[in-house]
């Protein structure tokens, strides 16, 4: 049912945890299942790079693979470029979600909107 | 929005893991957000007591949540006694779960419930 790709960052899922004073943090609900999602965001004042990115979620096990594989990806983008980050290439980074489970995919791109525009308004 | 103690089971579950060759091993899944759950169970031949439980589950929080409980619950009784241990005993015993979240909460009785039934068919 789920990718070698899915399980790997589920069972050992990457930058968990939280950042304390966070340039941007971003949580969002998921209305489907009730879910909630934290995204923290530590980026470079001058280049506006992220420099570091961390996450926390209720949410299941598909929520965890995708925000794992969604903080990797940003790591190290410009704020600008993060933005392009879309769930669809989350989703495929993943090696794709069964159709059940795209709706808990979508609370890591939400999530890090969500966080670049505390960013954004806080600068 | 979650208990003191849903966030304890949540953050440190008990008894996560396999049991290799288990006496009884439940496997369900959530029809409505397509999650699973797996149960493994070590009775003692003898007394029938629940010596082992372990759990895997692909689920949200609410589902690691009662699964840590459910399995603290069972563990020690006779598997008579484990089959009266219900969702809603789990679901007290966490101080209760918000009402979005307890079909997440099924899940655990439903695989015990599997594992005690997988059991008794193989004795
Ligand atoms: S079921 Fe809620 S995030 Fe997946």
Redesign the interface.
């Known amino acids: ?2 990718s070698e790709k899915v399980m790997d960052h ?1 069972t050992n899922p990457r930058n968990v945890g939280e950042i304390e004073d966070a340039s941007g943090v971003g949580t969002v609900g998921n209305a489907k ?4 999602m934290r995204i923290y965001l530590d980026v470079d004042e001058d280049t506006k790079v992220i420099k570091d990115c961390k996450f926390k ?7 965890v693979a995708t925000s794992s594989m969604a903080t990797e990806m940003v790591m190290g983008k410009t704020i600008y470029e993060a933005l392009q980050v879309t769930n669809k290439a989350v989703m495929e980074a993943l090696d794709g979600l ?1 159709p ?2 795209v709706h808990c995919s979508l609370l890591a791109e939400e999530a890090i909107h969500a966080a670049l525009w505390d960013y954004a308004q806080k600068h």
């Open positions: 049912m789920y589920f299942c009730g879910d909630i979620t209720f949410g299941c096990g598909a929520a069964p059940v489970k």
